[in-house]
């Protein structure tokens, strides 16, 4: 399949691309100097910044009538695209670990699209790792408000776990770990509770773990009264706001 990456030259765009040609595809990277009148491909997959694509999409782009488009711009609107394609547009969110076939992919589309059209973006989508389509036929959210959603839970909520992460290790350090032996440790201290909650609810797992009067009560209750828990509600819920401000100012 031949890809135009608008945005291609970015950290989401570049990584995209990447994967896509060593999935054996064609890949353009499209730069902002670059034209985007009747591209030569089967697919046009948009990571422009959300500021620079209204302009892009009114003033730049022009498809050939059989091209969709995938966008992973955070924020703007799905039926923004609607009237740049005849093939149909696809808004999704992802994580940077899709550029390693790893990531998970939340998306939706604008209509029923054709055969050839969505057989396009299911291939694309396979090649970024797991992922869910959604729609608002049975919801009384928008497909918008999943998005917005996933940009917190996945998108950005990807850098907010490796900063939890991250926190665990400079810990491990602050107390003269090796560096490697402290990510290793807690590396897999996460693999471990990601494998119980396969099978448990959060609570039962935490209840198993910390007895009373214990070593993680005596930390649970500093988390507590750290508000740790409000802090990391709060984050995610300004990232979904500055989505939902990104759709309503673009
Ligand atoms: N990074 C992530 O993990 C992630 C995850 C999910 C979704 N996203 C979404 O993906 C998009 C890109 O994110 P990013 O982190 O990759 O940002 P980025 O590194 O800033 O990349 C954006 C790229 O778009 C280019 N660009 C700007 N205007 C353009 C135009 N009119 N035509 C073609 N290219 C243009 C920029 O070029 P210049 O530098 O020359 O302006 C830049 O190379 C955002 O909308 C974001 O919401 C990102």
């Known amino acids: 399949m031949k890809i135009a990456f608008i945005g291609g030259y970015g950290h989401l765009g570049h990584g995209l691309y990447q994967l896509a040609k060593h999935n ?3 890949a353009y990277k499209i730069g902002r100097s670059d034209s985007k009148s009747y591209l030569d491909v089967d697919l046009v997959v948009l990571t422009t910044p959300p500021s620079k694509t209204i302009f892009c999409l009114e003033e730049e782009l022009d498809l050939k009538d059989d091209i969709p488009i ?3 711009v955070a924020g703007i609107p799905l039926e923004t695209y ?3 394609t005849v093939a149909g547009a696809v808004k999704a969110m992802t994580n940077i ?6 990531g998970f992919t939340v998306w939706a589309k604008d209509r029923d699209m054709d055969p050839i059209p969505i057989s396009r973006v299911y291939a694309f989508m396979d090649m970024l790792g797991k992922g869910s389509e959604v729609d608002d036929s049975n919801s009384t ?10 940009t917190a839970l996945i998108g950005s909520g990807t850098a907010y776990a490796v900063k939890l ?3 665990f290790v400079q810990y491990g350090v602050s107390e003269n770990l090796d560096r490697s032996m402290a990510q290793k440790w807690v590396k897999e201290s996460f693999l471990s509770a990601l494998h119980l909650l396969e099978d448990d609810d959060a609570e039962n797992i935490v209840n198993s773990i910390a007895s009373p009067n214990g070593t993680t009560a005596e930390g649970l209750e500093w988390l507590s009264s750290d508000k740790v828990d409000l802090s990391i509600h709060n984050a995610l819920a300004v990232t979904g706001d500055k ?3 990104l759709g309503e100012n673009h």
């Open 24 to 26: 054996g595809h064609e």
């Open 70 to 72: 995938i966008s992973f």
């Open 82 to 84: 609607t009237p740049h």
């Open 97 to 102: 670990a899709a550029c390693d076939g790893k």
């Open 141 to 150: 959210k928008s497909v918008d408000s999943y998005l917005d959603d996933a």
């Open 165 to 167: 992460i991250e926190n």
């Open 243 to 245: 989505c939902r401000e």
